[in-house]
């Protein structure tokens, strides 16, 4: 069965600081990848995601995520993390044919001052 | 302005009390979308619907349904609910069979007494 692992529950940083949340997926053929982002109190956004082409996707806010396929893997990162950004995060896989999502457990981020 | 909303945003009920959802994008989204949200489980989808008079279960169906009998309008219709239906719901709605980018509701917060 598909499936979505997000090993990090809470990651801190420091303001400035660069980022990276994991994501690993389970999936036999070449999924449909997302990043959400819900800032506290509210639904999710959008942040960028990946089908085809390029494995270096460029998404809102200054994000970016690459997809490796070796590793099952679909990270997302930010060079330089705004106090903004606190919030949690969420990556999802769209299984193709039932267009069935599965989404990760999230990943918490606190930015530090 | 294009939105998703739902209705009501804060329900208290009883074990056994007949609720409805409602859910609204005016959009002309072909494809809608429940999840709820629960600590430490992320988002999980219910049931979605590809378009009108479609439907399909998600991974947590039990105790829930749905009818998609105009594009817009998609109601989460809970027959009998139960303490373990206590959740944060979300619906979304994107315009392409779910590989589109999904726009959600600001969420409805239940609690079965």
């Known amino acids: 069965a598909q499936s979505v692992t997000q090993p990090d529950i809470h990651i801190t940083v420091s303001e400035g600081a660069s980022l990276e949340l994991r994501c690993n997926y389970s999936?036999?053929?070449?999924?449909?990848l997302f990043w959400y982002v819900q800032s506290p109190g509210q639904g999710l956004q959008l942040l960028l995601k990946y089908f085809s082409g390029d494995t270096l996707v460029q998404g809102i806010k200054g994000f970016e995520a690459e997809f490796k396929r070796s590793q099952s893997s679909f990270n997302l990162r930010k060079p330089s993390v705004h106090w903004s950004d606190a919030a949690e995060y969420f990556c999802?896989?769209?299984?193709?044919?039932?267009?069935?999502?599965?989404f990760g457990t999230g990943t918490r981020l606190k930015v530090l001052a | 302005e294009a939105q998703v909303t739902q209705n009501p945003r804060y329900l208290i009920t009883v074990t056994g009390k007949k609720l409805t959802v409602t859910c609204s994008q005016n959009m002309n989204h072909e494809y809608m979308s429940w999840y709820r949200q629960d600590p430490g489980l992320g988002l999980r989808q219910i049931y979605y619907s590809m378009n009108v008079e479609v439907t399909d279960k998600g991974d947590v169906p039990e105790g829930y349904k749905v009818s998609r009998k105009e594009k817009r309008n998609f109601p989460l219709i809970l027959e009998s609910p139960s303490p373990n239906q206590t959740s944060l719901y979300f619906c979304?709605?994107?315009?392409?069979?779910?590989?589109?980018?999904?726009?959600f509701g600001p969420g409805t917060r239940l609690l079965v007494l």
């Open positions: 979304a709605s994107s315009l392409t069979g779910g590989i589109g980018t999904q726009y």
């Open positions: 999936y036999g053929a070449t999924p449909y």
């Open positions: 999802a896989v769209v299984t193709s044919g039932t267009y069935k999502y599965i």
